[in-house]
């Protein structure tokens, strides 16, 4: 696998097709554990932990798992990896593990991690199910980083449980609400959008300008051989 494939497949996991922000999967734990950024940070490890394994022992395993029970087995794999995160996590970072609560039990059934090993750990190698996972989790994460850094900082005036915006600043607790999280949500999804349809239009724009200049370089030689 060549260094632009990677790079290739980390810009689609973290920008290009974002589990969050693009393809709008996992709103269940991006809506309710963006509270804060800490929560969103181990909420967002967990995932990527388990995305990355799941990925890498259902790629080993692709050849030997009968085509009528690999959505079960896929299940049982992920779960398997989902325990000893969440082991780990009751063991190492206790008040994180009470904070996330039930969703990291609920990590089993996430859409991102079933969806990635449907869709490709499945049909693909080992290295490239490994970058998968981790490119995605990466895009995982970042998402959430950014819509709990939005809610916090409005919600709370704080970062990281840092004060920020000062002891006078009126804490806007819409923002750690749900209706917070859907408007959050809602708006930086509509920026992404934006902005992608821009680079989208420039990019069919330049697209259109080299075609154009190369028909004309063809019509030009064309009539000097003429």
């Known amino acids: 696998m060549t260094l632009s494939g990677i790079a290739k497949q980390f810009r689609s996991g973290i920008l290009d097709n974002n589990p969050v922000l693009i393809q709008l999967l996992g709103m269940c734990p991006t809506l309710a554990t963006t509270t804060s950024v800490a929560n969103a940070i181990g909420m967002g490890l967990a995932a990527t932990a388990v995305l990355t394994c799941s990925n890498i022992l259902i790629s080993l395993l692709r050849k030997f798992i009968p085509k009528q029970v690999r959505i079960a087995v896929f299940i049982v794999i992920i779960s398997g990896f989902v325990t000893a995160v969440e082991l780990l996590m009751k063991a190492y970072f206790f008040e994180l593990y009470g904070a996330l609560g039930l969703f990291i039990p609920l990590i089993v059934v996430n859409c991102i991690i079933l969806a990635r090993a449907e869709a490709f750990a499945s049909k693909n190698p080992v290295l490239p199910s490994a970058i998968d996972g981790l490119a995605s989790g990466i895009g995982f ?18 970062f990281l449980g840092l004060e920020v915006l000062g002891k006078n600043y009126p804490d806007a607790v819409v923002f750690i609400l749900p209706a917070g999280a859907f408007l959050t949500l809602g708006f930086i999804v509509a920026l992404v959008q934006m902005l992608k349809n821009k680079a989208d239009n420039k990019k069919c724009e330049k697209e259109a300008v080299a075609e154009a200049l190369e028909k004309a370089a063809t019509a030009a030689g064309e009539e000097v051989q003429a």
């Open 141 to 158: 994460t970042s998402a959430l980083v950014v819509i709990a850094s939005v809610r916090e900082l409005l919600g709370n005036g704080t």
